[in-house]
């Protein structure tokens, strides 16, 4: 137990250090000096594990990822997860808060589901933007290798009158009642399992085609390789909207988890909207029961260079009480009779249905 206790302060102070590293202060009352766009960043919210890996989730994302990328990951991995998280972008004057859940167990039909809200505020000294985004998602498989999944998503934006770039303008100002979007959309996704280790994943982003920046309508896939001690992707993200154009976004990121505790995390990742080359870092330390990770990402080549960090807390529970012995690389419910192959064959390596 003291080696435990010594790994645990160990892996408690790399976090720490970390955060000092990418976390520049916030204290400062000076305006955004990224664009509102590039710090709105399509409104996409990332888990750690995503933001490390340059947003390549596509394919392997499940758990809490699996909510905000792809939904039809839900069924790859039996878990209850609760999350609680937060980002912070300095550059941007933005911090996201919020909490989610998702449970792939406590049903006999083979269904998955989750939810998350999360509320965010940007550059509240200028533009002043808030909004709160929450998700619904649901995922099924089909047969041994397929899952289809399904998230609906509703956006409430507020910018005040006479608070955009350009003043009291119709192009970039808020409306007398402050709300500048509310409305939902829908993501659909599907992933196939190619082999235990090798997934595809697509999925379509806003399909309702709101036709605004803050809903963007979107294309993204990637394909990925995990294994009990090593996963990686790569994949890529068309976004249809926010530029009158399509642009593509390429993204990589590779996962090492070692000592059956800790996970090591970098990616990179081409966004040609923003023109900006990023590379990112996380590290998390997963326990049978709860995880502690933090991530954060640099952009290290772009006119306007921007900074996101996200830190998040997870419990792992354990609802059916067959883990009284557990496994040693499983933090999540192990497969119950009559569960999907899809399910059970994703955990074959177990540790992965924990990340």
Do not use: C
């Amino acid at each position: 137990m003291p080696s435990a206790a010594r790994f645990r302060a160990t892996a408690t102070r790399l976090l720490g250090g970390l955060a000092l590293i990418l976390t520049p202060s916030l204290s400062s009352a000076s305006p955004a000096t990224v664009s509102p766009e590039q710090g709105y960043d399509r409104g996409e919210l990332n888990t750690p594990r995503a933001m490390a890996m340059g947003g390549a989730q596509n394919a392997l994302g499940v758990s809490t990822t699996g909510l905000y990328l792809n939904p039809a990951n839900l069924p790859f991995a039996r878990v209850y997860h609760i999350e609680a998280s937060g980002m912070l972008s300095p550059e941007a004057r933005r911090q996201t808060y919020g909490g989610a859940v998702v449970d792939s167990v406590l049903n006999r039909f083979g269904l998955s589901a989750g939810f998350a809200g999360n509320w965010s505020i940007s550059d509240p000294d200028a533009v002043k933007r808030t909004w709160i985004d929450l998700r619904l998602s649901i995922a099924i498989p089909l047969g041994d290798r397929f899952a289809i999944g399904m998230t609906g998503r509703f956006l409430r934006a507020e910018q005040a009158v006479g608070k955009g770039p350009l003043g009291e303008s119709l192009a970039s100002d808020g409306t007398p009642d402050k709300t500048v979007v509310n409305a939902p959309t829908v993501d659909l996704g599907f992933t196939a399992a190619f082999t235990k280790e090798f997934r595809l994943g697509v999925v379509g982003h806003n399909l309702s085609n709101p036709g605004n920046a803050f809903l963007p309508t979107s294309l993204a896939a990637g394909l990925g390789y995990g294994s009990r001690e090593f996963s990686i992707e790569a994949g890529a993200h068309i976004d249809f909207t926010t530029f009158g154009k399509p642009k593509v976004r390429a993204m990589g990121g590779a996962e090492l988890f070692i000592l059956d505790r800790l996970a090591i995390r970098a990616g990179y990742r081409y966004d040609d909207g923003f023109r900006t080359h990023a590379v990112s870092l996380g590290l998390g330390y997963i326990d049978r029961k709860w995880s502690i990770e933090l991530s954060g990402r640099r952009d290290i080549v772009g006119d306007l260079q921007g900074t996101q960090t996200v830190l998040s807390l997870r419990y792992f529970y354990d609802a059916t009480g067959v883990n009284d012995e557990p496994d040693p690389q499983s933090a999540s419910i192990r497969p119950v009779p009559n569960a999907k192959l899809v399910a059970r064959s994703s955990n074959r390596e177990r540790g992965m249905d924990r990340r």
